[in-house]
């Protein structure tokens, strides 16, 4: 293999390592080697998302896909990464040395070579690599790529180079929202579009709707996340209560009627069922959420969605592949993502964010960027 | 209006009516006359749907939309009827005396002028009208068409004028079926296919999958029913329990590996979710049953359809404009729908039919061809 | 039927008349009388489109259409109509006097009956009415709505209702235009777009396009009409020359790679080959202009269809019922339109319109304002 | 590299080589040796295409591909290749020694890496390596299989092992026809769909359409191949003149109306125009045939496809991971593609073969099974 560095690389660095659920800790860890295949990638940014935060948690998916993919406990965490490529191992040609790529959360464990991967969907890759789950993650100076993994890089063109916190979260939560709204939604200018739940998923589906010329509808608890999803061009917004029986309503009030799509991203049983309910006949629903302990299954009022022909579909993540799609959607002029970060911290802050995420307190996304 | 009749028809006739919640009896009803723009059709078959049965029974769903479309008991039952034209009211253009025609179950009830019906789907539009539930059905020689729903009345083509029973099916059942495996599913040929519950729906699924060139798996507690399914074009069965914890595992082992397609004909919770873990990544699953009372959700294990991207949609009988297609496959020379047939009946055996079907004794349909 | 106006309409008005191929005269002719189903529109605004043009030159698809659909010369022409009901005839309870209404270039002629406007495409309409071809058109201050028609009327919501000229062009250029990018197209945000011709459509295709979210290159021989395509959003333009056999080259350039989608609205068999070889592998083009005599085939080379797997598709103006969609993007704050519309004018200057227009002199929408 | 063969495999074989356009030659050439990543097939069966007549008579498409892909004459020609993994280089991993495979002709050229290849669209794969074409192909005992394209061979399944002379027909012809009709055109159970030219590729569209469940009218100029199409499930034929000017009207007679599609596999312009004409508006063509020398481009009707909304797209063979449907439809019980196979031939006979293929004389594939 190459030598990792050659910048005056030390040989270790501090780390945000899940050492229980509940408990990250930094610790200094040694530099990762890159073997045949693989890649190191220095990182630039890593954000934290609320499926760290359910894994921290130890809420039940997302322990059992990474026991699944191999990874355990101690574990460096962090799945929204960009960063520049520093080393490859043997047999690597997709990328090479000072190339700026995103690693897609989702990323093909087999080079592509299932079923899924073939048909376009490599973001449910048969043998799927997470960062952070299956090895280890972001939240460190340097991180290595897996082999079969490597071939789901992806370049980061010129006109986004210096969009680090963006490109972090198109990693995860802007690639799924990106899913969502386009490749599952479908959406189409003029539609009438409600969002629940507007952390970094969810503001980022207001985005990227507002940007594909629908009338969005931004829902959440958090009046501050509702301030941030009118800046990224959502044209009205519903401030929920916990626990909303009147959500459906609010929904159909804000929006003047039923609407055309729901995409939740809350994972909460009782807000996707009230977002169903305010979908016209006819309509579509994304599930993008995750669930968590104890409420790990969406009551479906199946009756409704037979009288009512609506589709369901679930988004994770998004295909390396659409990224070119995505990247040119970024790169038009008018576009203003800031607003879907909340905070950039330390890697010696992830505990804090967790806990910070656990009281919904954040409006956006908290991203590493630094990592001293 | 014109005369209905000239046949020598009388003024009276027996109806097999819901007098209360479990109890039809039959009566002698006036034969209806027909107002300005409606038609009165002489019934020659008409099915005994699983939704009558709900509505026998007194499920919510059914008795809630019988209540929103502004029937009341007592009411003639019946909505899978095919007959002929024996009378029109004023205004009346599109049908004739003498036109044999299948009345949609799902018709518009105001001429197709609502968003839904103008975006071709009047099987859910906005003043649905559903025979037996709004109005008077076809359990019963006479039945009268209100006027908005005249225009969805569907002739039938020369090759099947003499398939009474079939075309009677297709009116909801046979057109659910295609409109779940055709329209919602769009199952291609080559495609692993697993229909659960092989009722008059399900058997229907089972021959129009088959017909669509699909590795088809029928699911059921009844043997018979099987063996039907069989007939029709299954490539496999599975003989499930009631409360099957295996039936997952069944319909994978019986398909040689997880289904492109699931079809739920049950409304039962359990087996929904049995089929739908049965679903390959990026497969998809169509439910077209409807609940019973105390067992009106279907818990959707919703982190599985978000993390393998499955697509649940909900189909409801079929548009009027649709049956062309559907007749187009059944005129072809070497379909036999036969086995989806039950038992032909007389109206005077409606009851004894809801308890068997409470039983589940019956495999496939009973149709009403007898109304003297 | 009920006396049209009663706001002390006199019974002559001047009409721009067809009166033979290349000439239109102004007229004074009787106001129009509407008898039972039908509809009295005073006409507020009536754009002058592409095909106005082809008629007003005799080429050869629209001489055949007028005919087939019962029009003949001479006849008051324009069919990009918005206006006021000011009488509707006995039966009619769709619209009423005083509902400010589009009147869809592309209605049904036979209330929504036939199978194509039964599945959602009224636009094509067996039996098609296309005001100003059919019957007299919207170039005079009043225009009868048939009665097969009326059903297609399309209220204005309120926020609209002052934006006259923008409507009218919703009747046929920019409803092809969303047509084409969303319902045929289906543009993805991100995608890059290429539209060739940017008159009326054209510029209606940049707009729509680019408020889908996509990178447009407008492709003109007329500078300010690329001028006006990026005040609509365009992120690139290409100036071509008339038999231009750089064209593909210079698409290519512009949008820094093949596209994913080429609409062309020119109808120009050179520019339409040009156009499609720009097209990725696994693209889409769409057609929508029309072709002059002497020119009325596009010479395609079908190999490269077959080897890159392109995607043709027609799009003719636009269903009446997906102006919803239309309208609700219209309605979002950020859209103005005004650039498509290049100068309001009288009824008495639609000769000279179309004289410019000859000489593909103007850019944008010529629209009638003013019917004295 | 690991030895070939192990069989008692000689240094020589016979092989069908193309040394000038029109002319192929039978010479005594080395068994190809395997480097890294590549594998040896021994064929089993190779039909012989019309792409490779094409080819052969140098046809301007075929000939630019030829040489675009690195190929050049002399060539051994043949690209619908089944046959047995006998060696594999260094780092192959999909396939080994002993699996059964079919070569796509279509297949990937870099391991699938380009865009297309990972949407799922292997066949325009940027680098698309067709055997026969950029390397040396299948008229011989042993074919070698270049690196970049290992990753598409295709394992048959138990099912289908006996089943050479069909498998070699997936490679190309019957895998451009599962393409067209299921992939491209989406047809649905009891639509209508004509075929123009019922040759390999014709006779595969019928055979899957009817399985497929639709309403297939065969249109060819050759008596025994219509015969064919009948044995294969086409419920009508035309029998067509060359330069048939009532094209269009006989198969909408046949079709008793126009057709929901048309799918042409002739390439030939008058014939693609009768069968565009023949479609319904808002229905779709695929074109899948390619042009021959002084007839390259189809003079498109385009004001009919704008006006009638049809959709046409290119069908290219098809990807490799489709042919796990493909093969689930071929494991139906009552599928019987035999009548697809004209005559089974020898490798001495290819030059012949094609001279009858110029006079149309056979019906259905000549195939190549005897390569001694």
Tied chains: 1, 2, 3, 4.
């Excluded at 574990?75 to 043997?90: L, P, S």
């Excluded at 009512?308 to 040119?328: I, P, S, W």
Aim: charged share 20%; glycine share 12%.
């Amino acid at each position: 293999m190459k030598k990792a560095g050659g910048r005056g690389m030390s040989n270790r660095m501090p780390a945000a390592v899940l050492v229980e659920f509940g408990k990250v800790e930094v610790r200094e860890v040694p530099v990762p080697q890159v073997g045949a295949g693989e890649a190191l990638v220095e990182v630039e940014a890593c954000g934290v998302c609320r499926s760290d935060w359910h894994l921290w948690r130890g809420d039940p998916s997302l322990v059992m896909y990474m026991e699944w993919s191999g990874g355990k406990l101690p574990i460096i965490m962090g799945h929204e990464v960009v960063g520049t490529v520093v080393a490859v191992g043997n047999g690597v040609n997709g990328v090479q040395e000072g190339d700026k790529v995103v690693v897609p959360a989702s990323s093909t464990g087999d080079s592509r070579n299932c079923l899924f991967c073939r048909n376009g969907l490599s973001n449910i890759c048969e043998h799927l690599w997470i960062p952070g789950f299956g090895t280890d993650g972001g939240y460190a100076r340097y991180m290595r790529v897996p082999a079969g993994s490597v071939a789901d890089l992806v370049k980061v063109p010129e006109a986004l180079q210096d969009k680090s916190s963006w490109l972090a979260i198109t990693g995860c939560g802007m690639g799924t929202a990106f899913n969502a709204v386009v490749d599952k939604a479908q959406v189409q200018p003029g539609e009438k579009v409600a969002v629940t739940g507007v952390g970094g998923v969810g503001l980022s589906a207001v985005a990227i709707a507002a940007q594909a010329g629908a009338q969005v509808i931004a829902v959440d608890v958090n009046s501050e996340a509702l301030e941030r999803a009118k800046n990224l061009g959502a044209a009205g917004t519903v401030q929920a209560e916990r626990e909303d029986p009147q959500l459906t309503d609010k929904i159909v009030e804000a929006a003047g009627g039923p609407v055309d799509v729901a995409i939740d991203t809350t994972g909460n049983p009782q807000v996707g069922v009230g977002a169903l309910l305010a979908v016209r006949p006819g309509g579509r629903m994304v599930l993008s959420g995750l669930m968590v302990k104890g409420a790990e299954t969406l009551p479906l009022p199946a009756d409704a969605v037979v009288a009512r022909e609506v589709t369901l579909r679930g988004a994770l993540m998004l295909a390396a592949q659409r990224y070119v799609t995505l990247f040119g959607m970024l790169s038009r002029g008018d576009v203003n993502l800031d607003p879907v970060i909340y905070r950039e911290i330390s890697v010696h802050q992830v505990q804090e964010a967790f806990q910070a995420m656990s009281e919904f307190e954040n409006a956006g996304r908290f991203v590493v960027t630094s990592f001293d």
